[in-house]
């Protein structure tokens, strides 16, 4: 399966899951999933239960957040 990739446009919110350094198209990407959705139920105040996103960028700032936490 390949998705599309849709730019959209959506009031601020909080990106809550699992961090993963890889490249684009890398077979660690679905694994991530895999481990991802049985895991979702965990988050609280899902303002969207339904709906999940892959987020994808040069991520100094996550690297530093995650970190902190």
Partial sequence: MTA????ITKPAFT?????????PMSP???VLWDR???RK???QH???????YGLMG???KF???????
């Fill in 58 to 60: 040069r991520c100094s």
């Fill in 41 to 43: 139920g965990e988050i």
């Fill in 15 to 23: 990106v809550v899951g699992l961090l993963l350094h890889t490249q």
């Fill in 63 to 69: 690297r530093a957040l995650w970190r902190s936490l």
């Fill in 4 to 7: 599309q990739s849709q730019l």
């Fill in 36 to 38: 991802f959705v049985p």
């Fill in 28 to 30: 660690e990407i679905p």
């Fill in 46 to 52: 899902q303002s969207e239960p339904h709906v999940s």
